[in-house]
Nanobody, 117 residues
Framework: QVQLVESGGGLVQAGGSLRLSCAASGRTFNTYTMGWFRQAPGKEREFVAAIRWSGGPGEFADSVKGRFTISLDNAKNTVYLQMNSLKAEDTAVYYC??????????WGRGTQVTVSS
């Protein structure tokens, strides 16, 4: 089993920045993808960003392109989501997840991000 713990959420003013972290523990492997998803009240969970263990710039939802970046510390099995130029629409519970094959197999419990306008 793999356990994921998100941290770094909080309240931020529109236009501000926040960095989320997600640390994986337990059984981990070197060939994985780590992703971020979010769910706002009354809305479906949506994809935000993902990065492969091998590196690269990651992939992003259109709604966050140019504002968010994703990075991975392979040694710590920790993924980061740097969120800049935050908007009220970014308010949601943010979840991290790990994919080894097929879909995303492991999920964290989420961290709340609230952006005030």
């Amino acid at each position: 089993q793999v356990q994921l713990v998100e941290s770094g959420g909080g309240l931020v003013q529109a236009g501000g920045s926040l960095r989320l972290s997600c640390a994986a523990s337990g059984r981990t492997f070197n060939t994985y993808t780590m992703g971020w998803f979010r769910q706002a009240p009354g809305k479906e969970r949506e994809f935000v960003a993902a990065i492969r263990w091998s590196g690269g710039p990651g992939e992003f939802a259109d709604s966050v392109k140019g504002r968010f970046t994703i990075s991975l510390d392979n040694a710590k099995n920790t993924v980061y989501l740097q969120m800049n130029s935050l908007k009220a629409e970014d308010t949601a519970v943010y979840y991290c997840a790990v994919k080894y094959y097929g879909g995303y197999d492991y999920w964290g419990r989420g961290t709340q991000v609230t952006v005030s306008s």
